[in-house]
């Protein structure tokens, strides 16, 4: 079970208002993804929910009980942390060991958990080593089997990939959907990148300035922004913002369309411009476009669109795809 | 070329450090050789070096003389007992400074580490009218209070430093893992902890072991410990070379053992921080 509800609660560092009034529901069994970019509050929402940090007011719920007071030991969560934090003089086996010889299980138990566990993670012939001699992609295992071994009420992920390269990354992002499958548990996951957020989620919240800006799945969020910044943060590359008289033709303050929602063309079509930077990347090519009275305006064409720097082409937008926005920045719908 | 270029440094540097260790060393190397010389070939001019009469007498001497053993003892007892009452202070301390700072932790810091930047002759004649007063004069409790004084704004410093070396995260997650205060303690924080306090420890018994201005003036005989052996050598009477380089050198002896041994535990520590 993984039921845990947000209510109300706020944060404050001496005078400064990390989290605001803020409420969640997270289901149980659900992936849940807090992005944001940095500074935002996703960390302390999450150490929060953990209780590693006390909350200045509101209530944390876990399956139906009041858990505000609760220290962290007692409230069954897992967390995997961004530097691994491993306990640099244990061996493998007794980092993984370590929650369940905290829990008391017995001997045979635990030798039983931490082999399932190494199987499961490609740890197996790793155990006796210390976490000092292991690659980084090997260190979030063992920080991933730590947190599974104990069968936790939820998982909770900071930032766990940011200190991998980016083909490792990757990887294990599928890995941790995997587990996620397999397991059914209950994943708080917290990071600054959009694309292992609309990749992983169930759900994703999307917090700015400790607020929560929208909840909702990747393609609600994707389809139906609910104001500018969710619409600037989630996708990439970003979506175009337009303002002024070509806004006001729509009856909206600004006008939103993604690069992928626009038709070329090099010999007619709805706006004009040059072709500033063209960026190739085989399957896609994405365009930079100075237009002539909205700006600079990015577009994505095929791989084999043949344009080049200096180039003038059209862009036409798919109107069902135009997203209008108020003067406050809220769409309007 | 490049190579040759950097491998000529490397010889250069090689051949400085060299230089740099045999200066620092000479003066140990001519004490102890010294020490087995005769009174007369020890003040010889031009001295030689290694092609003399080597003789035991001094060390037969400086025995009959005086109870190097009492001293020894005295020794021990001072730098054991004070390292061992510093730590008993200073861990709590730098503890609570390194995980549960305060805004004026700084300061504290700083205000200790100003302590030491007084001459302690400035503090002499109070320091000694104190102890006359509670008739702590030559006796190693006072001993042991003083170079636990003296010493102790560097045990906390030291240990400040190890004990925040030690990641957050890290105890976060025993947290997480289900650890309570006490099991925190004894799994995580202790073990982590023992390096940097072993090598504090270590440090301290040396600087209390060879510490002179404290010990010589506030002992007379019964708690002289081996700095004032040494001392009691060079008398009004005159210099007997021989004889103190052959008490320096069994003044010595038993700290550079010391250090031999755990070389790599003091060389471990004081580069704790730039090793991660
Ligand atoms: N212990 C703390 N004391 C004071 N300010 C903090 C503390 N922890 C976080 N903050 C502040 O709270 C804000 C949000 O931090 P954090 O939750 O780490 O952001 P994120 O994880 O989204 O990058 C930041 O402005 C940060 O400086
Ligand atoms: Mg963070």
Known sequence: ?333 | MARSASSRRKLGMTLFAWAIGILIFFPVLWTVLTSFKTEAEAIASPPSFLLFDWTLENYVEVQERSNYFRHFWNSVVISLGSTVLGLVIAIPAAWSMAFVPAKRTKDVLMWMLSTKMLPPVGVLIPIYLIFRNLGLLDTVGGLVIVLMLINLPIIIWMLFTYFREIPGEILEAARMDGAGLKAEIIHVLTPMAVPGIASTMLLNIILAWNEAFWTLNLTAAKAAPLTAFIASYSSPEGLFYAKLSAASTMAIAPILILGWFSQKQLVRGLTFGAVK
């Open chain 1, 1 to 333: 079970m993984g039921h845990i509800s947000l209510r109300q609660i706020t944060k404050s560092f001496g005078d400064v208002d990390v989290i605001r009034p803020l409420d969640l529901e997270i289901r149980d069994g659900e992936f849940i993804v807090f992005v944001g970019p940095s500074g935002c509050g996703k960390s302390t929402l999450l150490r929060l929910i953990a209780g590693l940090e006390d909350v200045s007011s509101g209530t944390i719920e876990i399956d139906g009980r009041d858990a505000t007071e609760v220290p962290p030991a007692k409230r069954g969560l897992a967390m995997v942390f961004q530097s691994y934090a491993l306990y640099p003089h244990m061996s493998v086996r007794k980092n993984i060991a370590f929650p369940l010889k905290m829990a008391g299980l017995d001997k045979a138990e635990i030798e039983r958990r931490v082999t399932d566990a190494a199987r499961v993670l490609n740890l197996s012939d790793y155990l006796d080593r210390r976490p000092g001699q292991l690659s980084g992609g090997q260190r979030q295992r063992v920080a991933i089997g730590r947190a599974i071994v104990r069968e936790p009420a939820a998982f909770l992920f900071d930032e766990p990939l940011s200190n991998l390269d980016a083909a490792l990354r990757v990887n294990m992002r599928l890995e941790i959907s995997e587990l996620h499958n397999s397991l059914e548990t209950t994943m708080i996951y917290v990071t600054h990148d959009q694309i292992e957020a609309m990749t992983m989620a169930d759900r994703i919240v999307v917090l700015q300035a400790g607020r929560i800006e929208q909840v909702g799945t990747p393609l609600e969020l994707y389809a139906q922004p609910r104001n500018l910044f969710v619409a600037g943060f989630i996708g990439s590359p970003k979506m175009n913002f337009i303002e002024g008289a070509e806004a006001k033709k729509h009856d909206a303050h600004t006008l939103g369309i993604r690069p992928e929602h626009m038709a070329l063309s090099t010999t007619d079509g709805a706006w004009k411009g040059k072709v500033s930077v063209s960026e190739h990347l085989g399957s896609d090519t994405f365009l930079h476009v100075q237009t002539e009275g909205l700006g600079t305006l990015t577009a994505r064409a095929d791989g084999e669109f043949p344009v080049r720097h200096g180039d003038t082409v059209w862009l036409t937008p798919q109107t069902d795809k135009l997203h209008r926005f108020d003067a406050e920045g809220l769409a309007l719908r």
